[in-house]
């Protein structure tokens, strides 16, 4: 399996709050990318990396915002939770435009 | 707009048949395409990577083909098991960026 985390798995948090979920890898990929998924609209992109403190937004990133300071960690802000932000979050790592690799997933609910 | 369809969205079949997922694309200036296995509650395992050169690539009982100019690549399973029950994800990297495009997935099951 390639080395990526997710952090953490599982989480249940209150509407309003702030949430950080993290993703950290040991094959030192230069891209990173935040995805969702939901029953009918599959896979969606919240955010990328595609390097050190390079990021860019994907088709869904209101409401999201992301860092990354070191080439390992990418961390996905929630800045104030939502009912609609309750979703399965997965991180991908990849080198380049090759194959790529998936964490096994954060499942959020915010009540 | 640069989107991925798979159809069907679910596909039932007795073990031992040979069994074609499609997954089409709106854009055929690709990079390459990929295609991912996901059960239940589990990440995505990549199954194969072909590249916009190829026209095909082959891992074991699979078999991926890409055709560009029609936007549409094929995921043959051989022989297929109860173990191939799952969903299967098809994920484009265009040429504009270095961002992957799924599709929905196809999920299927094999009865033994």
């Known amino acids: 399996d390639a080395g990526i985390t997710q952090s953490p798995r599982h989480k249940v948090t209150e509407t309003g709050t702030p949430v950080t979920l993290r993703c950290h890898q040991t094959e030192n990929h230069r891209y990173m990318y935040w995805y969702r998924q939901d029953p009918g609209h599959g896979l969606r992109l919240i955010h990328y990396?595609?390097?050190?403190?390079?990021?860019d937004k994907g088709e869904v990133s209101d409401g999201y915002s992301v860092s990354r300071s070191k080439t390992e960690d990418f961390l996905l802000t929630l800045e104030s939770a939502t009912s609609s932000q309750t979703s399965v979050y997965f991180c991908a790592i990849r080198q380049g435009n090759t194959e790529a690799f998936f964490g096994q997933g954060t499942r959020l609910t915010v009540v | 707009k640069q989107e991925v369809t798979q159809i069907p969205a679910a596909l039932s079949v007795p073990e031992g048949e040979n069994l074609v997922l499609n997954c089409s694309f709106t854009?055929?200036?690709?990079?390459?395409l990929q295609w991912f296995r996901q059960d239940p509650g589990k990440g995505l395992t990549s199954l194969l990577l072909?590249?916009?050169?190829?026209r095909e690539q082959t891992s074991g009982r699979l078999n991926a083909s890409l055709d560009k100019s029609s936007g549409r690549s094929t995921l043959y399973i051989a022989a297929s098991q109860p173990g191939d029950s799952a969903t299967y994800l098809c994920?484009?990297?265009?040429?504009?960026?270095?961002?992957?495009?799924f599709g929905e997935g196809t999920q299927l099951t094999v009865n033994p």
């Open positions: 994920a484009v990297d265009w040429n504009s960026g270095s961002r992957l495009t």
């Open positions: 854009d055929s200036a690709i990079y390459n």
């Open positions: 072909i590249q916009s050169s190829q």
């Open positions: 990396s595609y390097g050190v403190k390079d990021t």
